[in-house]
């Protein structure tokens, strides 16, 4: 399995975990333009959630950050750069959904000390 598929299907499941999440809280899903693009650099793949806000403009966030090589999957300390310690891999069983928090909002997740 290539990293894009394995990408692809972490997105998969993460996108049901928020379709899930929508519905528990009975908000409306689909939320009309809300998406992920795939930013490609040499060491990293960065997740953006792009969503549009009240006047329909696209707010864009950085979600995640993927090692190219290994698949460890990292939370975005900032726009440009990862925060320390691996989540979670896109090519374990569960495809990374290890690296999820829904305790909240389905996203990846913060490590408590």
Not at 5 to 31: N, Q, S, T, V
Not at 69 to 80: L, Q
Request: glycine content about 6%; overall charge neutral; hydrophobic content about 40%.
């Amino acid at each position: 399995m290539s990293i894009y598929e394995a990408i692809a299907a972490y997105l998969d499941a993460w996108d049901d975990m928020r379709k899930a999440y929508y519905e528990y809280r009975l908000y409306k899903w689909p939320l009309e333009g809300n998406y992920f693009i795939l930013h490609d650099n040499p060491k990293w793949l960065k997740i953006v959630n792009v969503q549009p806000d009240v006047a329909g403009i696209p707010k864009n966030t950085a979600e995640a950050f993927i090692d190219r090589e290994t698949g460890d999957i990292y939370r975005a300390a900032s726009w440009n750069r990862p925060a320390k310690r691996v989540r979670g891999n896109v090519f374990s069983p569960t495809h990374g959904m290890e690296a999820m928090d829904t305790s909240i909002y389905p996203g990846v997740r913060y490590l408590r000390l």
